[in-house]
C-alpha cells in the first residue's frame, strides 16, 4: 500500500500516528517493538512517563532496579557513585556494612579518618562528632586528648576550664591559697603542696606523697628502733608498681631482714609469677614461711600488709595461715 503500512493493518501508518508515534519519528510505535520495551507493555522505554536512564545503557532505569538501588531512593546505584564511593569499592558509602557518618555530610567516616579526619583518641569517630559538651575550651580537640599536661590536679577538667584552679589535694582549695595560708607546704617552692609529690622525685606528680624508686638499686633505710619491732607485729603499706608484668625479677617494696646467708626477718616481694608474697624467717636452716597474695595490679595503688603473731602464727591480709607450730622470727635488723 502506498504511503507504509508497517503493521500490515490495510491503514497507511500516516493516518495512524496520532497517539501512536509516542518519539515523534513518524514511525508507528508497534512498528519500532525492537527498540527497547523493558516492562513489555507496548510502551517504548523512551515514552513511559517519567522515563530515565541515568546511566545512558539504553534500558530505563525503572527496568534495572532490582538489585541495583541498595539505598532505595529510585536512582541507580551506578549513578550515584561518583562523589559516594569513597573507597572506590563500587559501592555506595551509605550501604557499605556498618557504615556511620556522624556528622552528616554524606561522607563514611571511616573514609574521612582515612584522608586525616583528626580521631586524637583512635576510637573510630573523627573528633569533630565528640566535641559536644567534651571541648570546654573550643579549640575543635576533645578534652580527653589533651589532659596529660594539662589537667594539672587529675580531676578530669582541663587547667584552662577548671574554675577551682589547680586543686591536687583535692581539698576543694587551690593548691596556691593551700600553700599561702601554710594549710600546706611547699619546701621546694615549686607551688606544689608537698603532700602531692613523690617525697624524693618531687618532679613526678600522682597525688600522693609517697617514695618513688627505680627498681634497680634506690632504697631508704632506717636505724633499727626496738619500738618499731615488737615480738609481734603487722606490717602495711600502699604500693604502685609502675612497671611491665612478666618481668621475671624479685622486687621488694619493704624488707626488715638479715643482710648475709641467714633467712631472718621479713620482706614483702614482688615475684617472677607477678604476685605479692610477704615473708617471714627466724633463722636457721629453714628456708622462710611465704605467703602469696593476689595478682599485682600494674598502676594501681594496692595495700598490702602482714601480721605474725608470736604464738599463734602468721596472717597476711588476703589470706590466712597456720603453720603446724609458730616460728620465731627475727626482727633486729635496720628496716
Not at 55 to 73: F, P
Not at 173 to 182: C, Q
Request: glycine content about 12%; aromatic content about 8%.
Amino acid at each position: 500500500m502506498g504511503g507504509g503500512d508497517c503493521n500490515t493493518n490495510q491503514i497507511l501508518d500516516i493516518c495512524e500516528l496520532f497517539d501512536h508515534d509516542c518519539n515523534s519519528n513518524h514511525t508507528l510505535d508497534v512498528c519500532e517493538l525492537a527498540l527497547p520495551d523493558c516492562n513489555t507493555n507496548g510502551t517504548l522505554d523512551t515514552c513511559e512517563p517519567g522515563f530515565s536512564d541515568c546511566n545512558t545503557n539504553g534500558t530505563a532505569d525503572s527496568c534495572e532496579r532490582a538489585g541495583h538501588d541498595c539505598n532505595s531512593n529510585a536512582i541507580l546505584d551506578v549513578c550515584e557513585l561518583p562523589g559516594h564511593d569513597c573507597n572506590n569499592n563500587a559501592t555506595l558509602d551509605i550501604c557499605e556494612p556498618g557504615f556511620s557518618d556522624c556528622n552528616t555530610n554524606g561522607t563514611a567516616d571511616s573514609c574521612e579518618l582515612a584522608i586525616g579526619a583528626p580521631d586524637c583518641n583512635n576510637n573510630g569517630t573523627p573528633d569533630v562528632c565528640e566535641l559536644a559538651g567534651r571541648d570546654c575550651n573550643s579549640n575543635g580537640t576533645p578534652d580527653l586528648c589533651e589532659l596529660a599536661g594539662h589537667d594539672c590536679d587529675g580531676d578530669g577538667t582541663l587547667d584552662a576550664c577548671d574554675s577551682s584552679g589547680c586543686d591536687r589535694n583535692h581539698n576543694g582549695i587551690p593548691d596556691d591559697a593551700d600553700i599561702a595560708s601554710r594549710s600546706s607546704l611547699d619546701c621546694n617552692s615549686d607551688a606544689i603542696p608537698d603532700e602531692c609529690q613523690h617525697l624524693n622525685t618531687p618532679g613526678v606528680f600522682d597525688g600522693s606523697a609517697s617514695l618513688r624508686f627505680n627498681g634497680a638499686g634506690q632504697y631508704v633505710e632506717t636505724p633499727y628502733s626496738a619500738a618499731n619491732n615488737p615480738a609481734s607485729f603487722t606490717v602495711e603499706l600502699w604500693v604502685k608498681y609502675t612497671g611491665a608484668l612478666g618481668s621475671g625479677n624479685y622486687y621488694s617494696p619493704f624488707a626488715s631482714r638479715f643482710g648475709g646467708a641467714e633467712l631472718r626477718g621479713y620482706l614483702f616481694y614482688l615475684t617472677p609469677a607477678d604476685r605479692w608474697e610477704f615473708w617471714t624467717g627466724g633463722g636457721g636452716n629453714e628456708f622462710w614461711t611465704i605467703l602469696t597474695g593476689p595478682t599485682v595490679q600494674p598502676g594501681q595503688w594496692t595495700h598490702l600488709a602482714g601480721t605474725y603473731d608470736a604464738t599463734t602464727g602468721v596472717k597476711h591480709s588476703s589470706s590466712t595461715v597456720r603453720p603446724s607450730r609458730p616460728r620465731p622470727v627475727s626482727t633486729t635488723f635496720p628496716t
